[in-house]
């Protein structure tokens, strides 16, 4: 099995390899689909991230639930960890850790609740157990670890996606992902009691969405 630095090497050159044309449709329609998930999940909160090229463009999506009410928190990084922040407009991210955008003020966010969606940015993603892969920050792992509630949702180009990611113990593990051709729920993980609560009212959401929301291939 390759290394986790060999499938990082893998999936930056699929990305890579993206034309602009082809990155901006996949982003309209992933842009889509999470609007459909939001409809269908109806998050008290929304944990956000800033995309950074190559990632896909999520701001239109973003706009949009800011029209509807729905104010996304996004992280700002503070040492090894990561502290979300809802924004009162997008004005409000400036330039931070690494280049990406992060809160320059705004409210901080407690920890998510049942009905809260989280979306994670992923370098890969296991599509059969929904291990990610990141760029070997661990931020997220560690943010994810110290948050194990609410509904987490990887967002990514379906050429991030393989069958089989190394794993460690220290790896998160999320309950679905949203690519440009719709979304993919995982097998159930060893989630936390109340999280695992949280992944089966998701299910059901989905369940009753699924007109709606558009499910990618597995």
Known sequence: MATKKRWRAIFRARLGRMTLSKRRAGSR?????????VAACRPRRLYAFAP???????????????????????????????????????????RGAFGIFEPSRGRRCGPPGRSDLVLVPCLGLDRASGV??????????????????GIRAGVLFDCQLARRIPRTK??????????EHGFIEF???????????????????????RAALPRGPR
């Open 29 to 37: 329609r992933i842009c889509a689909h999470l609007g459909a998930l």
């Open 52 to 94: 950074s090229f190559p990632e896909p463009d999520l701001w239109a999506f973003y706009r949009r639930v800011l029209r509807l009410g729905l104010r996304p928190a996004f992280p700002k990084v503070r040492g090894k960890r990561m502290v979300f922040y809802q924004v009162p407009s997008f004005a409000a991210l400036k």
């Open 132 to 149: 990610r892969l990141g760029h070997g920050g661990g931020f997220y792992d560690r943010w994810l670890a110290d948050h194990p509630r």
């Open 170 to 179: 220290k790896d998160a593990a999320l309950m679905g992902a949203v690519t």
């Open 187 to 209: 097998q159930f993980s060893p989630f936390p009691f109340g999280a695992a609560l949280d992944f089966l009212t998701f299910r059901q959401q989905i369940k009753k969405s």
